[in-house]
C-alpha cells in the first residue's frame, strides 16, 4: 500500500501530465525493446517495435518521449573545463528571429493598405497557386488586367516596407 502511495504522489506531482494509456504504451514498449534487446544483443529501432506491438512508429516514439525526463534548457551538456555548454547553446530557430517577425508584421501591415480586390489576386496567385489566366477568369478581368494589378500591388507593398 505504501509503495502505490508513493506511486501515485510521483504520478500526480510530476512536472508533466501523462495519460495512463500513454504510460502503459511507454511500458509495453520498453519491455519489448528490453526483450529484444537481451535476444539479440543490440537495441531494435523503432519500426521493429511498432510492428510487434502492432502501433505506428509515431505512437512508439511519442510514448518514449513522454515518459523521458525533461531538462532544463540551462542544463550543460558539455565542458571542457572552461565554460559550459548548455542545451540552450544547441537549439536555435533561424525562422523566428526577431528579424522574422518585423518583416511578417511589415508585410501584414503593408498588405492591409491594399484594396480587397489586390488582395484576392494576390491571395489567388501566391497561396492557391493559380495562373494570371485563372485568376483572370475568376474575378472577371482579363489578363493584362491582373498583370497590372498584381504588379501595382507588389510595387505597394514594397514601398509599404521601405518606408516603415
Known amino acids: 500500500m505504501i509503495a502505490g502511495e508513493i506511486r501515485r504522489y510521483l504520478r ?13 504504451t511507454a511500458y509495453k514498449v520498453l519491455q519489448v525493446k528490453e ?12 519500426g521493429e517495435i511498432a510492428k510487434i506491438l502492432k502501433i505506428s512508429r509515431q505512437e512508439v516514439y511519442f510514448a518514449l ?12 551538456v558539455f565542458s571542457d573545463g572552461g565554460e559550459s555548454i548548455c542545451v540552450m547553446d544547441q537549439i536555435g ?6 528579424d522574422a517577425w518585423i518583416e511578417q508584421i511589415a508585410l501584414s501591415a503593408a498588405v492591409a493598405g491594399l ?10 496567385r501566391f497561396y492557391d497557386g493559380k495562373t494570371q489566366m485563372e485568376v483572370a477568369s475568376e474575378v ?15 510595387d ?5 516596407i521601405d518606408a516603415g
Not at 488586367?145 to 507588389?154: D, F, G, M, T, Y
Open 115 to 124: 484594396d480587397s480586390r489586390e488582395k484576392r489576386i494576390l491571395a489567388l
Open 12 to 24: 500526480d506531482n510530476s512536472s508533466i501530465r501523462v495519460s495512463r494509456s500513454m504510460r502503459d
Open 65 to 76: 518521449d513522454a515518459i523521458s525526463e525533461p531538462i532544463s534548457i540551462y542544463e550543460p
Open 35 to 46: 526483450r529484444l534487446t537481451a535476444e539479440r544483443q543490440k537495441e531494435p529501432d523503432i
Open 93 to 98: 530557430d533561424s525562422k523566428n528571429t526577431d
Open 140 to 154: 472577371g478581368i482579363s489578363q493584362a488586367q491582373v498583370s497590372r494589378l498584381e504588379k501595382n500591388a507588389i
Open 156 to 160: 505597394q507593398i514594397k514601398r509599404s
